[in-house]
């Protein structure tokens, strides 16, 4: 049987790159009734620097946008990592059979610290404990963006070095991306590279809590290039084939339905179409975000109970770990 496990990070706003890349294939996940646990990340944010009153309103603040975007804690478990204790105990020992020369050639690693003069260990082992998450629940498959995809076979080689090594533990874990150009959502001002919470420039992306103006502008300033027909032609026109991609999202229309539609308009007035599509698809997200957000004993209510059933499984593959390490004693 399948489990599935994903992680998102509580850093700053959800941008549409995580919303149609991660989230909104969870939601469908989770509609096909699969075995799925779902975490936000906090540990692995502190791997860079934090304000602790910030990073304690974003943790909330991801609770209630995962809510808000369709995540049912009663179908799904969801919890903070850092309330379970067996992720950083299990991030440990799987640390213990991995290199460092593994973990240093990593894309996420080498973009993240180009521009840092000390690097903290905690940045250099991030993949470890991302391997930890998903082995902890065992879980066979890991919806993702493809950005996420080198993490994912770094599990992959974690978890066959430790069956070699001390017996059957965890089946290999599968990265399930979504559809068309939603596993890499590129950037609003360069379309060379992938919509990201850490690129400097905020018109680069487009927060699921954006105003509906800021929206506008956003995507009225987004960077295509000089043809002015809409066409969908990824290789020579990724700009373009962006903005179809979000617009097919939100909208549900497929990619050629857009184009036939678009075929009057230039680049610039199916800009505005595309804004008013986004503006209308998050609207009703972002008023249940605001109305969750006002009820934090809820939100905190749910990420305990996640917390309490995600400890459980965590818990017994743990002991199992131990077990198979020799650290525990039968009596
Ligand atoms: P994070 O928090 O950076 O991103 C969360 C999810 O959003 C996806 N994503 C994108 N998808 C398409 N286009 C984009 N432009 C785009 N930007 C982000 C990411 O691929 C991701 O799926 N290391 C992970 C969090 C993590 C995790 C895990 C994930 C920790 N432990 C275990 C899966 C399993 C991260 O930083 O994601």
């Known amino acids: 049987p399948r489990r599935i496990f994903s992680g998102i990070q509580p850093t700053g706003q959800i941008h549409l790159g995580n919303y149609l890349g991660a989230i909104a294939q969870w939601v469908k996940l989770q509609e096909n009734n699969e075995d799925m646990i779902l975490s936000i990340v906090d ?3 502190i791997t860079l620097p934090q304000d602790p009153k910030t990073l304690s309103k974003n943790i909330l603040e991801m609770a209630a946008t995962l809510l808000a975007c369709g995540i049912d804690p009663s179908k799904v478990i969801l919890f903070q990592q850092s309330m379970v204790p067996a992720h950083t105990h299990l991030s440990w020992c799987l640390g213990c059979i991995c290199t460092m020369p593994r973990l240093a050639h990593l894309p996420a690693y080498k973009e993240k610290s180009a521009n840092l003069k000390d690097i903290p260990l905690g940045l250099f082992v991030y993949p470890v404990l991302q391997a930890a998450d ?6 066979t498959h890991v919806p993702v963006g493809e950005d996420q995809a080198q993490h994912i076979q770094l599990t992959q080689d974690l978890a066959r070095m430790f069956n070699n090594r001390f017996g059957e533990t965890f089946p290999t874990p599968h990265c399930i991306f979504p559809g068309s150009d939603f596993a890499r959502l590129r950037s609003l001002r360069d379309p060379a590279k992938k919509m990201s919470k850490s690129d400097p420039d905020p018109k680069s992306r487009i927060c699921l809590i954006d105003p509906p103006d800021e929206i506008v502008k956003k995507i009225k300033k987004s960077v295509t290039d000089f043809t002015s027909e809409v066409t969908y032609d990824p290789e020579n026109r990724p700009g373009v084939a962006n903005l179809i991609s979000i617009h097919s999202f ?3 229309k ?15 007035q199916y800009k505005l179409q595309v804004a008013d599509a986004v503006v209308s698809h998050v609207a009703p997200i972002q008023k249940k975000i605001s109305d969750l957000l006002h009820n934090q004993d809820f939100l905190l209510q749910v990420l305990e109970s996640g917390a309490e059933k995600a400890t459980e499984i965590s818990e017994a593959t743990l002991q199992e770990v131990k077990d198979k390490l020799g650290l525990q004693f039968k009596r």
């Open 43 to 45: 540990l692995h944010s």
């Open 134 to 139: 998903i082995l902890a629940y065992k879980a």
């Open 250 to 252: 939100v909208t549900g």
């Open 254 to 268: 497929t990619v050629s339905q857009i184009c036939d539609e678009a075929k009057n308009l230039n680049t610039g």
